[in-house]
């Protein structure tokens, strides 16, 4: 079993930036990839960002490259979703999820194991 918690979540202006953490915490060696999710009312879930675990790979959704970051702190078994120039738009419930299944860093919500509770991510215009 992994548990994940993410914090950070708020209300930022458009052009705004956030800074979303996930804290990790069980059997957190068998993972294999980390993903920040993020689901809009009325929305399906859709990837935003993976990190994979042995080597720091990063993974991102066309939409938001070159506006967010993902990183992680291997002492903290934490990962990080740094947010810049956000969007009304992106206003969702943000998760992150992880997946310890080895081979290939997915991108589909139903190949990751564990989640998170979400973060409420809210972009006012």
């Known amino acids: 079993q992994v548990q994940l918690v993410e914090s950070g979540g708020g209300l930022v202006q458009a052009g705004g930036s956030l800074r979303l953490s996930c804290a990790a915490s069980?059997?957190?060696?068998?993972?294999?990839?980390m993903g920040w999710f993020r689901q809009a009312p009325g929305k399906e879930r859709e990837f935003v960002a993976a990190?994979?675990?042995?080597?720091?790979?990063?993974y991102y959704a066309e939409s938001v490259k070159g506006r967010f970051t993902i990183s992680k702190d291997n002492a903290k078994n934490t990962v990080y979703l740094q947010m810049n120039s956000l969007k009304p738009e992106e206003t969702a419930v943000y998760y992150c999820?992880?997946?310890?299944?080895?081979?290939?860093?997915?991108?589909?919500?139903?190949?990751?194991?564990?989640w998170g509770q979400g973060t409420q991510v809210t972009v006012s215009s």
């Open positions: 990190i994979r675990w042995s080597d720091g790979r990063l």
């Open positions: 069980g059997r957190t060696f068998s993972t294999y990839a």
């Open positions: 999820a992880a997946d310890v299944s080895w081979g290939y860093v997915a991108k589909e919500p139903h190949e990751y194991d564990y």
